[in-house]
């Protein structure tokens, strides 16, 4: 089974530059003038692979996401005797269980547009893969779909995926320290997506879900903002006052553009 590692040739322990160097000397390797068009799908996982290898926390992540999942569902020891593990699973497809391990198997082993592909024929947000998954694994398998969304621009399924997970991890921590890169991606999709993948009803909506998950004050202040901006264009007034108004309880220094405040009275 192909593992970050085995795609750069370096063992588990390697160093920085050491992953460097591998990295280096295997582009080279696929350089179109060399690989030509064949050589681009490797060249892609290989980039994927030094990006996530080369961040230490992003190492981290995956070295504890894949040791558990090999060691889970001994994959490792089966690919030793000859037994294909992703063949196993596909040939599974009426098994929901099986279908959400090989979602997250494909993930895991760079194959991305397999995975997002069985994810949306089996329903998308519809398919409940926390019903056939440890917690663990739901957890770790909607982080990276959710990333690989977001690089296809389906902002609204990223976004639900991250408010799932943010609630969850309030409920009962797993991620922890690794929870705030999931917070930040989750804010910075708000903050420069969301608004023009969805209408403006939705779009209260998913604004609205942000405000039980526990965010600061201040930033939920900018939530409100936000919500009421929306509602001034939907042309709701009164909603959108009361909304604005709440905002500034939150945080009574909240910027807000004059247009908005002359149009609320505020």
């Given at each position: 089974?192909?593992?970050?590692?085995?795609?750069?040739?370096?063992?588990?322990?390697?160093?920085?530059?050491?992953?460097?160097?591998?990295?280096?000397?295997?582009?080279?390797?696929?350089?179109?003038?060399?690989?030509?068009e064949r050589?681009?799908?490797?060249?892609?996982?290989?980039?994927?692979?030094?990006?996530?290898?080369?961040?230490?926390?992003?190492?981290?992540?995956?070295?504890?996401?894949?040791?558990?999942?090999?060691?889970?569902?001994?994959?490792n020891q089966?690919?030793?005797?000859?037994?294909?593990?992703?063949?196993?699973?596909?040939?599974?497809?009426?098994?929901?269980?099986?279908?959400?391990?090989?979602?997250?198997?494909?993930?895991?082993?760079?194959?991305?547009?397999?995975?997002?592909?069985?994810?949306?024929?089996?329903?998308?947000?519809?398919?409940?893969?926390?019903?056939?998954?440890?917690?663990?694994?739901?957890?770790?398998?909607?982080?990276?779909?959710?990333?690989?969304?977001?690089?296809?621009?389906?902002?609204?399924?990223?976004?639900?995926?991250?408010?799932?997970?943010?609630?969850?991890?309030?409920?009962?921590?797993?991620?922890?320290?690794?929870?705030?890169?999931?917070?930040?991606?989750?804010?910075?999709?708000?903050?420069?997506?969301?608004?023009r993948a969805?209408?403006?009803?939705?779009?209260?909506?998913?604004?609205?879900?942000?405000?039980?998950?526990?965010?600061?004050?201040?930033?939920?202040?900018?939530?409100?903002?936000?919500?009421?901006?929306?509602?001034?264009?939907?042309?709701?007034?009164?909603?959108?006052?009361?909304?604005?108004?709440?905002?500034?309880?939150?945080?009574?220094?909240?910027?807000?553009?004059?247009?908005?405040?002359?149009?609320?009275?505020?």
């Amino acid at each position: 089974m192909t593992s970050h590692y085995d795609l750069l040739q370096i063992k588990q322990d390697a160093s920085s530059q050491e992953i460097k160097r591998a990295f280096r000397e295997r582009a080279k390797r696929l350089h179109p003038d060399i690989a030509g068009e064949r050589g681009a799908e490797e060249m892609r996982k290989l980039l994927a692979a030094y990006e996530t290898l080369s961040d230490r926390n992003r190492r981290f992540e995956y070295d504890r996401v894949y040791q558990r999942f090999t060691g889970k569902y001994g994959v490792n020891q089966g690919f030793k005797q000859g037994f294909n593990y992703r063949t196993y699973l596909r040939e599974k497809q009426d098994e929901p269980e099986s279908q959400a391990k090989l979602i997250f198997f494909e993930l895991l082993h760079l194959e991305e547009e397999t995975a997002i592909s069985i994810w949306l024929e089996r329903g998308g947000l519809d398919f409940p893969m926390e019903k056939y998954m440890d917690r663990e694994d739901w957890m770790d398998c909607t982080f990276i779909i959710a990333e690989e969304l977001a690089k296809r621009g389906h902002y609204y399924e990223t976004f639900v995926l991250l408010v799932k997970l943010v609630r969850e991890e309030r409920r009962r921590p797993y991620f922890k320290h690794f929870m705030e890169e999931v917070e930040t991606f989750l804010k910075e999709l708000v903050r420069l997506h969301l608004r023009r993948a969805v209408d403006a009803e939705t779009y209260v909506e998913c604004m609205e879900s942000l405000l039980d998950l526990g965010f600061s004050p201040q930033y939920e202040a900018r939530v409100l903002r936000s919500i009421a901006e929306t509602l001034v264009r939907m042309g709701e007034l009164d909603s959108a006052e009361k909304t604005f108004r709440e905002a500034l309880k939150k945080d009574p220094a909240l910027p807000a553009a004059l247009q908005l405040r002359r149009k609320l009275h505020v």
